[in-house]
């Protein structure tokens, strides 16, 4: 009998949203729970196989010397690592401490901050060990990470777009939001919502972290057009994608 590919799931600091928008995925879920053995999955199960694994499924940043140590084992045992989520692809919303003195942020939280062991950023797993794809949302998409799974269990490459939520806009029919003057993160954001801000005449706050290729300063000049101050536009790219590259830049060319 052939064995089946071992899928084991790992979580760092996070909220664990990534890993329960697995657990939502209900018939496809025991599509993917018939087609692998689950080795490690804490959401889902006590039971826990040791590796080698042939998929992994990391959600969270590194905000520890322990975490940065822990994922080294993981890649270690893993032949196929998938990043999944805001937190694992780019710091997630944690990485706000990464513009701050974190030592200062610690004092004013904790009443005993000396027992406080952290390292001074939110780092995504990239940082630390090679990663074979990244799958961003705040949460993940449930459609894109069963796509995900599938693909490396049969050796192809993911069919994940790295598209603009703006695309997403227009399969729907949705007016522009920024054509109404309200501002919005739309074309510099990875499609994978279903552009649900927009359609309700919000604008995008960016959960799926940057698109292929953004023109991030492009944007922000549009907003200061349409009355977004600098702290605006700063605070906009400072989110759950604080760390990600292009939203980092952008963010700092507005720090004054």
């Known amino acids: 009998m052939q064995r089946r590919p071992r899928l084991a799931v790992w979580k760092f600091a996070s909220c664990d949203g990534c890993q329960l928008s697995l657990l939502d995925c209900e018939d496809e879920l025991l599509a993917v729970a018939g087609a692998v053995e689950i080795?490690?999955?804490?959401?889902?199960?006590?039971?826990?196989?040791?590796?080698?694994?042939?998929?992994?499924?990391?959600?969270?940043?590194?905000?520890?010397?322990?975490?940065?140590?822990?994922?080294?084992?993981?890649?270690?045992?893993?032949?196929?690592?998938?990043?999944?989520?805001?937190?694992?692809?780019?710091?997630?919303?944690?990485?706000?401490?990464?513009?701050?003195?974190?030592?200062?942020?610690?004092?004013?939280?904790?009443?005993?901050?000396?027992?406080?062991?952290?390292?001074?950023?939110?780092?995504?797993?990239?940082?630390?060990?090679?990663?074979?794809?990244?799958?961003?949302?705040?949460?993940?998409?449930?459609?894109?990470?069963?796509?995900?799974?599938s693909a490396f269990l049969i050796g192809r490459r993911p069919g994940v777009a790295a598209h603009s939520v703006c695309v997403e806009c227009k399969r729907r029919g949705t007016v522009c939001v920024m054509v109404t003057g309200t501002p919005c993160l739309g074309p510099v954001t990875h499609a994978g919502c279903g552009a649900i801000c927009p359609a309700y005449a919000r604008g995008c706050y960016g959960c799926f972290g940057p698109m292929e290729t953004p023109n991030t300063a492009a944007l922000a000049k549009e907003w200061s057009l349409l009355g977004a101050s600098e702290r605006d536009i700063q605070r906009a790219f400072r989110s759950f994608n604080a760390a990600a590259t292009p939203f980092q830049e952008e963010s700092e060319a507005h720090d004054h």
Do not use: M, W
């Not at 080294?72 to 990485?95: D, F, W």
């Open 39 to 149: 080795a490690n999955f804490p959401e889902a199960t006590s039971a826990f196989l040791p590796g080698p694994y042939d998929l992994s499924l990391v959600e969270g940043s590194i905000l520890t010397a322990h975490d940065a140590e822990r994922i080294q084992e993981v890649r270690r045992q893993s032949r196929h690592l998938v990043t999944i989520g805001a937190c694992a692809t780019a710091g997630g919303i944690q990485a706000l401490r990464n513009f701050r003195d974190v030592q200062e942020c610690i004092a004013a939280v904790y009443a005993s901050p000396q027992y406080i062991d952290t390292l001074a950023t939110s780092t995504p797993i990239s940082a630390h060990v090679k990663v074979d794809f990244e799958l961003r949302g705040c949460p993940i998409n449930k459609a894109q990470l069963v796509e995900v799974i």
